[in-house]
Nanobody
Framework: QVQLVESGGGLVQPGGSLRLSCVAS????????MSWYRQAPGKERELVAG????????NYADSVKGRFTISRDNAKNTVYLQMNSLKPEDTAVYFC?????????WGQGTQVTVSS
């Protein structure tokens, strides 16, 4: 059974940093690309970053390029999102996602609040 569990969210001041983690189970983690999405209140869920199965390629939303870094440790079945220079507009629930076959699997999300 696919399970994704995010952690690391919290309250941080503008300009601060946070590192999110997503621990995966129930599938062969090293064989799948992983993604981070976020959803702010009243807004659509949006793709933040993606990483290929071996971690050799990454992609980012324009809004986070240069500030966020996605990485993974396949030995730990974990994908990370390092978030630096955080802005209030980064406030959202952040979700980890994997596409397995024709199905998307989501974690429960972790809240990130950027506020002074």
């Amino acid at each position: 059974q696919v399970q994704l569990v995010e952690s690391g969210g919290g309250l941080v001041q503008p300009g601060g940093s946070l590192r999110l983690s997503c621990v995966a189970s129930g599938f062969t983690f090293s064989g799948y690309a992983m993604s981070w999405y976020r959803q702010a209140p009243g807004k659509e869920r949006e793709l933040v970053a993606g990483i290929t199965s071996a971690g050799r390629s990454t992609n980012y939303a324009d809004s986070v390029k240069g500030r966020f870094t996605i990485s993974r440790d396949n030995a730990k079945n974990t994908v990370y999102l390092q978030m630096n220079s955080l802005k209030p507009e980064d406030t959202a629930v952040y979700f980890c996602k994997v596409r397995r076959g024709n199905s998307d699997y989501w974690g429960q999300g972790t809240q990130v609040t950027v506020s002074s």
